[in-house]
């Protein structure tokens, strides 16, 4: 069973920057398509950006692009999301998510686990 545990979260003015972490275990993290997703209050989980098993593709939803990178460092087990030029309508839980493919997606349902979120509140 593969857990995923993140951090980074926290409180940030507009304009600022995070860097969000995944550490995985229980698995074969270099397998694994990989994926950070985000819920805001009120709204459905939204896809943010995507990272297949080599770490070679991206994909990123058009609201974050340009502004946030996602990475993953297959020898620590983890995947980052470099988050700058924060806006507060960056605000939700973020969260990060693997499937049992070396291919990226951006569909939520194509994941097998998650982790258990992590809070970014961006301040105006």
């Known amino acids: 069973q593969v857990q995923l545990v993140e951090s980074g979260g926290g409180l940030v003015q507009a304009g600022g920057s995070l860097r969000l972490s995944c550490a995985a275990s229980?698995?074969?993290?270099?397998?694994?398509?990989m994926g950070w997703f985000r819920q805001a209050p009120g709204k459905e989980r939204e896809f943010v950006a995507t990272?297949?098993?080599?770490?070679?593709?991206?994909h990123y939803a058009d609201s974050v692009k340009g502004r946030f990178a996602i990475s993953r460092d297959n020898a620590k087990n983890t995947v980052y999301l470099q988050m700058n030029s924060l806006k507060p309508e960056d605000t939700a839980v973020y969260y990060c998510?693997?499937?049992?493919?070396?291919?990226?997606?951006?569909?939520?349902?194509?994941?097998?686990?998650w982790g258990q979120g992590t809070q970014v509140t961006v301040s105006s």
């Open positions: 229980g698995g074969t993290f270099s397998s694994y398509g």
């Open positions: 998510a693997a499937r049992k493919f070396r291919a990226m997606s951006a569909n939520e349902k194509q994941y097998d686990y």
């Open positions: 990272i297949s098993a080599s770490g070679a593709i991206t």
